[in-house]
């Protein structure tokens, strides 16, 4: 059997450019908007939602320090001697002085009437009249004439100020204060 074989006229195989990368199909245009539509609400939740909530916590967290200490110093203290009661008072004023330092800066310069009304914006009602007037004018005072019960139900009240103190608080002014 001889090699026979029929040669057909063909002409080789022209294959088609390579798709390039460039224009992208639609499909990937859908997929880049989808993802940077991700990316700005991460971003969003991450400045808006957790940052906040983190810093709430350190807040909280720095407070209960300060009532913690304002508790250690009221039950290692004689509370039984004047000066005791009145170094008690002076440092119950340095953690709230300290709260108003790290919160609200612009109030910390701030005494007597001011200085209460500030802290009554942060944490509305949280003093009772005698502890107000023992807050503004007890470190003035003669120590012997600074009540223990006073300063127990002061004591009290400043924890529970400094727990529950919101710095995010907007302060009143006198039309609203009246109203």
Known sequence: MANTTQQLPLADIHLPDPIGFWPLAP??????VLLLVVIATAAWSYRHLWV?????????????????????????LNLEDASQRQQYLIELQTCLKLWMKTHAPHNLNLIGKPWLTALDQYCV???????????????YQNPESIALPALQTLHEQSCRWLLNADPTAKPQTAVETSA
Do not use: C, T
Request: aromatic fraction near 10%; glycine fraction near 4%; hydrophobic fraction near 40%.
């Open 27 to 32: 499909g990937w245009w859908i997929v880049i």
């Open 52 to 76: 906040p909530a983190r810093q709430r916590k350190l807040r909280r967290q720095q407070a209960q320090a300060w009532v913690y200490r304002l508790q250690s110093q009221m039950h290692n």
């Open 125 to 139: 009602n949280a003093f009772n009249k005698d502890s107000l007037e023992l807050l503004m004018k007890g470190h």
